[in-house]
């Protein structure tokens, strides 16, 4: 099973930009396809974004299109959210996921990842 330990949270003004990192340790990356989601206090956990083991497709929730943008470097074992255009509803804990391995494409369930970081947390002030 793979380990991931995500960083780069914070507190950002509306309009702002951060950069999420996810480490993953304990397996080949490349076996799986990744993803982020993220849980707002009192609401259920909600994919943002997903890629496959290449790097070759990516997805993305309507609510990210057009402003986040994922991408991963596997000789760094690493993945990224790129987050620009920042708003107040954006806020949550932001997870990364290790998708089943040698999955092509994952859905977007949480159920289609069986690995998780420990969350980072993103606050977007108004």
């Known amino acids: 099973q793979v380990q991931l330990v995500e960083s780069g949270g914070g507190l950002v003004q509306a309009g702002g930009s951060l950069r999420l990192s996810c480490v993953a340790s304990g397996r080949t990356f490349s076996s799986n396809a990744m993803g982020w989601f993220r849980q707002a206090p009192g609401k259920e956990r909600e994919f943002v974004s997903l890629?496959?083991?290449?790097?070759?497709?990516?997805n993305y929730a309507d609510s990210a299109k057009g402003r986040f943008t994922i991408s991963r470097d596997n000789a760094k074992d690493t993945v990224y959210l790129q987050m620009n255009s920042l708003k107040p509803e954006d806020t949550a804990v932001y997870y990364c996921?290790?998708?089943?391995?040698?999955?092509?494409?994952?859905?977007?369930?949480?159920?289609?990842?069986?690995?998780w970081g420990q969350g980072t947390q993103v606050t977007v002030s108004s």
């Open positions: 890629i496959t083991r290449s790097g070759g497709y990516t």
């Open positions: 996921a290790a998708a089943k391995p040698f999955m092509i494409v994952p859905g977007t369930s949480v159920a289609d990842f069986v690995s």
